[in-house]
């Protein structure tokens, strides 16, 4: 694994307590940050935690509820001291139905969780983050937000979103020292790949040029780099982790 220089960075990962999130929690530790994890699933919580050991720590909590975010942002600055790094990673994939048959539940869940938590999250932590002038910011959309999946619908409209939340904020923050980008990864083996249908993950493998799902360490070497001071002038950029289904 390459490392890259982290010493001295404070790191907060939602969705960390598995699939891309814990990989890309676990790179950060290898690279000498301290992460906190943001998990609904408290009981994965604590044993992510565990394996990933010294630097690591979490809070349980809905990162879509607002004063959820909130208390979590003032704790974890209070007990880090700083937050340098945001990545933004938890989400659902939905139900599978078309448009027409969608139920509207649905939709308000998956619009909540994967684009609303976004927004709490980038709103709470940018704030201190404009105070430090300094903050690298990556939301995880994915290759449905540029496409747009059938019978996925939220899911797709959803990362969509986040996509825009990427670019408009990117903009916003600019001159305040911080690096908002967004990463859009086709699908992968982890948990969420699991809530889809069996016809659903095969048609989205069927789009991939290379042929097969993307591995959650893939995902984290980009986000990890974008996390990174290198990564310093491409505030707002979308970049492709779809094996060649998109390239722009």
Not at 143 to 169: D, F, H, Q
């Amino acid at each position: 694994m390459n490392q890259l220089d982290f010493k001295g960075r404070a790191a907060i990962v939602t969705g960390g307590a598995q699939g891309f999130g814990y990989a890309i929690a676990k790179r950060l530790l290898a690279s000498g940050a301290r992460v906190r994890i943001w998990d609904r699933d408290s009981a994965l919580l604590d044993k992510s935690v565990n394996a990933l050991g010294g630097g690591a720590s979490g809070d349980a909590l809905d990162v879509a509820s607002a004063p959820g975010v909130e208390r979590a942002a003032a704790k974890a600055i209070a007990d880090l001291g700083r937050v340098d790094v945001l990545v933004n990673n938890a989400g659902i994939a939905g139900e599978n139905h078309k448009t027409i048959d969608y139920p509207i539940e649905e939709w308000d869940k998956v619009l909540r969780v994967n684009l609303t938590s976004q927004f709490l999250c980038c709103r709470a932590i940018g704030a201190h983050m404009v105070g430090n002038k300094y903050g690298r910011i990556v939301n995880v959309a994915s290759i449905a937000g540029k496409e747009g999946n059938p019978n996925a619908v939220a899911y797709s409209a959803a990362k969509a979103g986040v996509i825009s939340l990427t670019k408009s904020l990117g903009k916003e923050l600019a001159k305040d020292g911080i690096v908002v980008t967004c990463v859009t990864p086709a699908a992968g083996r982890t948990a969420i790949l699991e809530q889809s249908t069996p016809q659903h993950v095969e048609y989205m493998v069927s789009k991939i040029p290379t042929g097969r799902l993307v591995e959650s360490e893939e995902v984290a070497a980009l986000v990890c780099w974008l996390a990174s001071e290198d990564c310093s002038f491409s505030t707002g950029g979308i970049f492709d982790i779809s094996g060649g289904r998109a390239t722009y």
